[in-house]
């Protein structure tokens, strides 16, 4: 089940890359939705798109 404010969806990977986020999510003491997350943040700001999930937030605080 999705958390509270956040759109659920399925994803097809190949398994080695699964297997890979897994690892690389343990490191960092992160779950894997989170660190999945984390790599489309950066992806995104590398490229130039920026997303204000503080403004999200605070605009889900104020409901």
Request: glycine share 4%; hydrophobic share 45%.
């Amino acid at each position: 089940m999705a958390s509270p404010g956040k759109k659920s969806f399925l994803l097809r990977v190949p398994p080695e890359l699964m297997e890979a986020v897994e690892r690389l999510a343990a490191s960092e003491l992160r779950s894997t939705n989170s660190q999945l997350e984390v790599l489309i943040r950066e992806a995104m700001a590398k490229r130039g798109i920026k997303v204000d999930i503080a403004r999200r937030r605070r605009a889900d605080a104020e409901d």
